[in-house]
């Protein structure tokens, strides 16, 4: 069965700062990699995936995520951070397998605190 | 704006009583979810269809029904509700076949049971 963890339930930084928000995933079988944000009373919106190819992927607002397979991690990076990035950021993984319902597992969220 | 259409947004329900969280999305896809959002537990997944007339539970569907009529609409059912299914609640979807593309999200049912 596929899990993700997210190491840091919380992560305060300074504003200009650069950002890691870290990931593990655990699977059996070939995945695809998500990270989604969540702004305060909003819905997920989708910032970046990996489904093949390049391991270093860009998304929306600066963000980009390096999958690493030996160390079954994709890390999210921000090299400069900005208040309006305060949120509450998920990993999810889905299981590459055919004919599957594709259902995403998510992590249990790290929330971004970016101070002035 | 297509995407996924929540409703309503808030919602408190005493014990016992039932309500239909209502979801629906215009962008024909096969796939539809519904979560829950408890504070520092992520998002766990309650039921899933694949298509008009199939559904099945997810990882906590005790307490929830679900049925699927159209490719459209995936509505939630609280038969008797109770005070551990204060949560909110969010349906998703996504096309199908191939990569998954990632999932669109709704805004989100905040239910409060007392």
């Known amino acids: 069965a596929q899990s993700v963890t997210q190491l840091d339930s919380q992560v305060p930084v300074f504003e200009e700062a650069p950002v890691e928000l870290r990931c593990n995933y655990s699977s059996s079988v070939s995945v695809y990699l998500f990270w989604y944000v969540q702004y305060p009373n909003q819905g997920l919106q989708l910032l970046l995936k990996y489904l093949s190819g390049s391991t270093l992927v860009k998304g929306i607002n600066g963000f980009e995520a390096e999958f690493n397979k030996s160390q079954t991690s994709f890390h999210l990076r921000k090299p400069s951070v900005h208040i309006s990035d305060t949120a509450e950021y998920f990993c999810a993984v889905s299981g590459n397998y055919g004919g599957s319902q594709g259902n995403l597992i998510f992590g249990k969220g790290t929330k971004l605190s970016v101070k002035p | 704006n297509a995407g996924v259409t929540q409703t309503p947004k808030f919602r408190i329900l005493k014990i016992g009583q039932s309500m239909t969280l209502q979801c629906a999305q215009d962008m024909n896809h096969n796939y539809m979810y519904w979560y829950r959002q408890d504070p520092g537990m992520g998002l766990k997944l309650i039921y899933y269809s694949v298509g008009a007339g199939i559904t099945d539970k997810g990882e906590v569907p005790n307490g929830y029904n679900v049925s699927r009529s159209t490719t459209e609409d995936f509505p939630l059912r609280l038969e008797l509700a109770a005070p551990s299914q204060t949560s909110v609640y969010f349906c998703?979807?996504?096309?199908?076949?191939?990569?998954?593309?990632?999932?669109?999200f709704g805004s989100g049912t905040r239910l409060t049971v007392v």
């Open positions: 998703a979807s996504s096309s199908a076949p191939g990569p998954p593309r990632g999932y669109t």
